[in-house]
């Protein structure tokens, strides 16, 4: 059983960084595609960026372009997204996501992912 479990959400003053985490569980996914997607209150769900099994090929949501970068480690159990200069459009639930093991590439329709975590709260406010 895939298990996928956020962590390093809080609150921040727009301008600063935080630097989220998914550990993953039951599995290493080194073949499946990885994601990270958003949903702020009343909106609905939204990529922001994504990685291809190794971790070589990422893609972003235009508005995270140069701010935001997705990671993986070595051995496939844990993804980062590194988000700096933040704003406070940026306050959503964020989510990690992972396609099933099957090489697929990383793509930005949330019902192409099969496995999602819990999410953890990113509020940037001053």
């Known amino acids: 059983q895939v298990q996928l479990v956020e962590s390093g959400g809080g609150l921040v003053q727009p301008g600063d960084s935080l630097r989220l985490s998914c550990a993953v569980s039951g599995s290493t996914l080194s073949d499946s595609a990885m994601g990270w997607f958003r949903q702020a209150p009343g909106k609905e769900r939204q990529f922001v960026a994504g990685a291809s099994p190794s971790g070589r090929t990422t893609v972003y949501e235009d508005s995270v372009k140069g701010r935001f970068t997705i990671s993986r480690d070595n051995t496939k159990t844990t993804m980062s997204l590194q988000m700096n200069s933040l704003k406070p459009e940026d306050t959503a639930i964020y989510y990690c996501?992972?396609?099933?093991?099957?090489?697929?590439?990383?793509?930005?329709?949330?019902?192409?992912?099969?496995?999602w975590g819990q999410g953890t709260q990113v509020t940037v406010s001053s």
């Open positions: 996501a992972a396609r099933r093991p099957q090489g697929l590439a990383p793509t930005r329709r949330d019902w192409e992912y099969d496995f």
